[in-house]
């Protein structure tokens, strides 16, 4: 019986690794919300060449995060 209970927790591992990224490349899809100012410039960047335009929800997004982060940097440089 220990046995069959084990089985499906091995699966779980197995599974597991295959969701992982490779080492050396950035997660797909990171929430904006744990992106440092950087990766907020690029997808901006990435994001504008793309659509051509910041209009669409996700760039406003972005621009309010990286606000967000340049009055933080601002208060604690004073």
């Known amino acids: 019986m220990a046995e069959e209970k084990k089985a499906p927790e091995a699966k779980q591992e197995q599974a597991a ?3 992982k990224t490779p080492q050396g490349q950035a997660k797909k899809n990171k929430k904006i919300s744990q992106m440092t100012l950087k990766e907020i410039d690029e997808k901006l960047t990435s994001v ?3 659509m051509g335009r910041l209009d669409s929800r ?3 997004e972005l621009l309010g995060k990286k606000d967000e ?3 933080a940097v601002a208060k604690s440089g004073q």
């Open 17 to 19: 690794p295959d969701a």
């Open 69 to 71: 982060l340049g009055r």
């Open 58 to 60: 996700y760039a406003k």
């Open 48 to 50: 504008k060449d793309k």
